[in-house]
């Protein structure tokens, strides 16, 4: 069957830290990953996209890396702030149709 | 910087009773997308819209259910005869041609009572 995997459980983290969460996928064919943020109540925010031809992509202190043969996917947010404390969200596409599937999200709380 | 609207915010609709809501994607998108996400649980995909055609849509996007864009500016989700179970947290989404990312709204907390 086909799952999208993130850790489930909360990630807690010194501020200044690096924070890396992981998505894992089964029998899905994306043809690119995006990672979004979303905090309680609100709607998910995009943060960056990266192509299955892409190995890794850069926005600020954020990092992620897609790696299709593990089918896996790590974002990176360095120098941790309190105010990156959110749920991070990855979705991916199935074969480049335009229907996007999400993860579980993962919580993460940066202490201050 | 362009968004997504939604409106209402937050509606209470009787069970049984038809609800419509409505979403202002982003101006140059072409690509619409409504999801869902109950309290708790994850952000579900409802329904792709494209070229005033349905894309692709999940196996919860039933009957019960219909989008349109009435114009060149709204986007909507009808929902005939809610449900207390269709009580959610309704996110519309868009997107540019290409393999750009989606784009959400603030989102619609439906409660059906």
């Known amino acids: 069957s086909q799952k999208i995997e993130q850790n489930s459980e909360a990630l807690n983290i010194q501020e200044g830290k690096t924070a890396t969460l992981t998505c894992n996928y089964t029998n899905y064919s994306p043809a690119y990953l995006q990672w979004y943020r979303q905090d309680p109540g609100r709607g998910p925010v995009f943060l960056l996209l990266?192509?299955?031809?892409?190995k890794e992509k850069r926005k600020e202190r954020l990092k992620v890396t897609f790696d299709t043969t593990l089918k896996q996917s790590l974002f990176h947010i360095t120098a941790s702030q309190p105010a990156d404390s959110a749920t991070y969200l990855c979705a991916l596409d199935n074969s480049g149709t335009y229907k996007y599937i999400f993860g579980t999200g993962t919580r993460l709380k940066v202490l201050a | 910087e362009p968004e997504v609207t939604q409106t209402p915010s937050h509606q209470v609709t009787q069970m049984g009773q038809e609800v419509i809501l409505r979403c202002v994607p982003i101006?140059?998108?072409?690509?619409f997308y409504w999801y869902r996400q109950i309290l708790g649980q994850k952000v579900e995909f409802l329904v792709s819209?494209?070229?005033?055609?349905?894309?692709?849509k999940s196996e919860i996007f039933d009957d019960q259910f219909s989008v349109e864009r009435p114009d060149g500016s709204n986007f909507t989700l009808k929902i005939r005869s809610t449900k207390l179970e269709d009580s959610a947290m309704y996110f519309c989404a868009s997107s540019a041609p290409g393999d750009g990312p989606a784009f959400f709204g603030q989102g619609t907390r439906l409660t059906v009572v």
């Open positions: 819209f494209y070229n005033n055609e349905i894309s692709e």
């Open positions: 990266i192509r299955e031809n892409e």
């Open positions: 101006s140059n998108h072409l690509y």
